[in-house]
T-cell receptor, first 117, second 110 residues
Framework: DAGVIQSPRHEVTEMGQEVTLRCKPI?????LFWYRQTMMRGLELLIY????????DSGMPEDRFSAKMPNASFSTLKIQPSEPRDSAVYFC???????????????FGDGTRLSIL | KNEVEQSPQNLTAQEGEFITINCSYS?????LHWLQQHPGGGIVSLFM???GKKKHGRLIATINIQEKHSSLHITASHPRDSAVYIC????????????FGKGTKLSVKP
């Protein structure tokens, strides 16, 4: 089992640039989560998909952030335009959901460390 | 007030010591998760529980639903246990949102 795969591992870019983070969930998992981790706020849920459909995007900070899941094996998180305050580690996680995904263990990718200069 | 509170924030122990990390929460939950974040940044799910106790190797997790409290215990601690331990709860009725504690940074000295 390859686990959750995220790319890139590190991204450094200038403010105003578009940033795209990618995630491949574990095969067979039908729930996918994007999280952001900062020193100040810890881990926060940004958006969650179930069967490729966005279920809860209330954690997405603002319109500059968007996420898509075109199929069961791929998701992207896009920031456009990026700002220095977006600097953080972004994690993707997947799980095999039952009736409530919070009852299923989540498997995390290694994260993307994003620095916006 | 944070919905998930962990204590202590930082913990230093000598190898071999018994360690306890606490988590209190203020919402109704469907499940509580303990996660381990390694110094390199990766996150691993250790336990998911909604009642009672679970054990895996030297790790034990307990939960008291009435008191809204969970503990993570490490027996015979080892330097490789050094990590950040994060408590997260799945709120009852939610469809996946986990609420995270700020984490407990554990350092085990040889």
């Amino acid at each position: 089992d390859a686990g959750v795969i995220q790319s890139p591992r590190h991204e450094v870019t200038e403010m105003g640039q578009e940033v795209t983070l990618r995630c491949k969930p574990i095969s067979g998992h039908n729930s996918l989560f994007w999280y952001r981790q900062t020193m100040m706020r810890g881990l926060e849920l940004l958006i969650y998909f179930n069967n490729n459909v966005p279920i809860d995007d209330s954690g997405m900070p603002e319109d500059r952030f968007s996420a898509k899941m075109p199929n069961a094996s791929f998701s992207t998180l896009k920031i456009q335009p990026s700002e220095p305050r977006d600097s953080a580690v972004y994690f993707c996680a997947s799980s095999q959901a039952g009736t409530s995904t919070s009852n299923q263990p989540q498997h995390f990718g290694d994260g993307t460390r994003l620095s916006i200069l | 007030k944070n919905e998930v509170e962990q204590s202590p924030q930082n913990l230093t122990a000598q190898e071999g010591e018994f360690i306890t990390i606490n988590c209190s929460y203020s919402v109704g939950i469907s499940a509580l998760h303990w996660l381990q974040q390694h110094p390199g940044g990766g996150i691993v799910s250790l336990f998911m529980l909604s009642s009672g106790k679970k054990k895996h190797g030297r790790l034990i997790a307990t939960i008291n639903i009435q008191e809204k409290h969970s503990s993570l215990h490490i027996t015979a601690s080892h330097p490789r246990d050094s990590a950040v331990y994060i408590c997260a709860v799945g709120e009852a009725g939610s469809q996946g949102n986990l609420i995270f504690g700020k984490g407990t940074k554990l350092s085990v000295k040889p």
